[in-house]
């Protein structure tokens, strides 16, 4: 009789620590979940804060220019921009750790992540925002040998990032240019040239120059690609559209980047800010293009903000440089747009923070199939208006099955 009530005991225990562990196991699940999310392209948002609170610093800095703006410029407070780039250096940290932990916990979704023909763009996110903050730290001098220290431990990562993607573009069959374009392919050019500008800050011309001719010359073949259309960029799902404004981002830092090489915004500096303006211009008359992407919030929406501050940023300089009313109302009129957007955008988060991390992201759903296996991760676009991924589609209708899978 003993022995039976023991026995009972044991398996009522067993139940419970059973019920203890499931629980524990659910909750460790719903804590970590919103890892599953989370990817690269968060960084966009550190970018824009990073950039904004550049921007800030630049015109507040401004003495050579025309007395309506000069006077709009310094009335602006220092602490704004202390504040913004705070914020920016907080919000950096934070997903940095995020981030962190999606490889140690969930490292399968991050290496899919890198096979994505969209997501491994945006893997250049991080370390171009932490280059953006650098430039405009308020307590560092770019000749201080910890700024320098730190501009190398950003930059070495982007330049290892450059050997793997744009090796890839001429070697790999399944990974050339011409398959895998589209318009966040200018995402790794832009860490390029942001790259490029802190070395020349830094009085580091060669290095400047080197990482400069490698972002141009790959900006070039880019951009060409995705102008005669010859990838399957023009079929990213609508809500992605966004992203066509790194078009503008492009040029616009590589013309302030060339600046801060030459020592003067020169020639080659005006001409890639008139096409940086020429490329916003023709994006900004056609808002039907972008229509259907706001109707719902994502954090593609992120990449309306810097490549607007960019080109205010290279107006700026422009401004700078010619010393003209129509330059100075210019750069007054970007500028305002650029906050306008940016305060927008910081609005929509807050009031969106939780559809952010709640379960999946509408428009990039890394899933990883198979745990080890020789075969690998295959890797899912999911389109917008599907519930479904497209690894499961009819690849006769994909012209590129192997590379990735776009809906029109």
Request: with cysteine.
């Amino acid at each position: 009789m003993a022995d039976e009530i023991l026995a009972d005991h044991q398996e009522s225990a067993k139940d419970v620590q059973i019920s203890i562990n499931l629980a524990h196991k659910k909750n460790q699940e719903k804590i970590l979940k919103p890892l599953q999310a989370f990817h690269a392209g968060y960084f966009r948002i550190c970018i824009s804060l990073g950039s904004q609170a550049l921007l800030w610093k630049t015109l507040c800095e401004r003495e050579d220019i025309s007395k309506s703006l000069h006077h709009f410029s310094f009335k602006l407070p220092s602490v704004v921009f202390l504040l913004l780039w705070y914020i920016a250096l907080c919000t950096l940290i934070v997903l940095s750790v995020l981030y962190i932990l999606r490889c140690i916990f969930y490292f399968q979704l991050v290496k899919a992540e890198f096979l994505h023909f969209v997501g491994v763009n945006y893997m250049f996110t991080p370390w171009t925002a932490w280059l953006l903050l650098l430039q405009c730290v308020p307590i560092l001098n770019p000749k201080q040998p910890i700024y320098q220290g730190l501009c190398m431990l950003f930059v070495i990562p982007l330049l290892i990032l450059d050997v793997k993607i744009y090796g890839q573009w001429f070697t790999t069959e399944k990974r050339f240019l011409s398959v895998v374009a589209n318009p966040t392919s200018q995402i790794s050019v832009i860490g390029n040239l942001v790259a490029a500008r802190t070395a020349a800050q830094m009085g580091w011309e060669e290095t400047a120059t080197c990482i400069f001719t490698l972002g141009m010359t790959h900006y070039l073949v880019v951009f060409i690609t995705l102008y005669q259309r010859l990838s399957g960029g023009d079929h990213l799902p609508v809500r992605l559209r966004p992203v066509y404004f790194l078009f503008v981002a492009a040029p616009s830092m590589a013309s302030l980047a060339w600046s801060s090489i030459s020592g003067t915004f020169d020639t080659p500096c005006k001409m890639l800010f008139f096409l940086s303006l020429f490329l916003f211009t023709s994006l900004a008359c056609r808002p039907a293009l972008f229509k259907k992407a706001m109707r719902k919030f994502n954090v593609a929406w992120w990449a309306y903000s810097f490549p607007l501050t960019f080109l205010a940023m290279a107006a700026s300089a422009y401004a700078q440089e010619v010393k003209g009313l129509a330059a100075s109302g210019l750069v007054l009129i970007l500028t305002v747009l650029s906050v306008f957007i940016f305060i927008c955008l910081l609005l929509s988060t807050a009031l969106n923070i939780e559809m952010l991390f709640r379960g999946s992201d509408p428009i990039l759903k890394f899933e990883s199939k198979g745990n080890g296996s020789s075969n690998g991760d295959r890797t899912a676009f999911q389109h917008p208006h599907s519930n479904s991924s497209c690894a499961g589609n009819n690849h006769s209708k994909n012209p590129y099955p192997d590379a990735y899978c776009a809906h029109p």
